[in-house]
């Protein structure tokens, strides 16, 4: 039959050309990938959903998908090359040991789950917002977990390095953050006079969100299985080594108003903290005046 012919003949014209056909095949399939990925992330922006999560999914299927075609295709080659440099291969997986630990990792994160595309995670010291992972390497967008931002940084973690350091899971910082903030000042004004007014004026820069930060921090609680700070504001005093006066503010709130929040905090203890000291120095003066009054009487 001609169609059978034909057939035949191109499967023994790609059989005698593989490398010709494997890098065709491996270049229409990126390309198909490219295209995938495009359709569904085009898609996901029309519905106003993030598809971030489904395109990396699909990516690793694909890629998944040729290196085992390709592995099939050049099984023969393959098997004829591992019996007759047995030693070269010994040697190749040694000095490939890293990369074998970055696809063992890449398992590990498939099938514990300790994170997922747009978490807050971090890595040893690398923190940052998962944006793709792959068989080498976890992509990050960096954030400075200080001020609860993105540093514009793009980070490209191994995946043998999640292997090799704990994974810390930070998304709930995402929306809100426990922050706490140190002030310190000279002694000479009594912290604990003000303290329930500072914790009453905290509370007010905290008014728009309490209700939603209440919920949020039960959600939290409910899932840690552990009791954290919050929502309402805390306050601690306490002295430094160098006997200075310091005034631990501890607030839960929006991760993107954690800093204003603190300028506010900071703006309400210093008007507080030198008004009374207005009214130390006062009582200071009137006391000498008393004095000098008894002494020249």
Request: aromatic content about 12%.
């Amino acid at each position: 039959m001609p169609d059978m012919e034909f057939i035949a003949a191109i499967k023994q014209l790609l059989l005698e050309h593989k490398l010709i056909t494997t890098v065709v095949f491996v270049l229409l399939v990126y390309l198909l990938k490219l295209k995938v990925a495009e359709v569904i992330k085009r898609r996901g922006k029309a519905k106003g959903e993030d598809k971030r999560y489904l395109v990396n999914v699909v990516k690793n299927l694909i890629n998944l998908t040729v290196v085992v075609c390709v592995f099939m295709f050049w099984a023969a080659e393959l098997q004829q090359f591992a019996l007759s440099v047995a030693a070269f291969v010994v040697a190749f997986v040694v000095a490939t040991r890293e990369f074998i630990q970055c696809i063992i990792g890449f398992i590990y994160i498939v099938s514990a789950r300790p994170f997922q595309v747009g978490d807050w995670i971090q890595v040893g010291k690398y923190a940052g917002e998962v944006t793709e992972t792959d068989w080498a390497k976890l992509t990050l967008l960096e954030v400075d977990i200080e001020s609860y931002s993105h540093t514009g940084k793009t980070l490209f973690v191994p995946n043998n390095m999640l292997l090799l350091n704990t994974i810390k899971n930070l998304n709930f910082l995402k929306r809100y953050a426990t922050h706490s903030f140190t002030i310190t000042r000279e002694p000479g004004v009594n912290l604990f006079t003000i303290e329930e007014e500072l914790l009453e004026r905290a509370a007010q820069h905290c008014e728009d969100f309490y209700e939603v930060a209440n919920r949020y921090n039960a959600l939290i609680e409910k899932r840690l299985d552990v009791k954290i700070s919050g929502p309402a504001p805390s306050l601690y005093i306490f002295t430094n080594q160098n006997g200075d006066d310091q005034a631990c503010f501890t607030v839960f709130c929006p991760s993107e108003q954690a800093w204003d929040i603190q300028n506010k905090i900071t703006r309400d203890f210093m008007e507080l903290w030198h008004r009374e000291k207005r009214k130390l120095m006062l009582l200071d003066r009137e006391s000498k005046s008393r004095y000098l009054n008894t002494e020249e009487a």
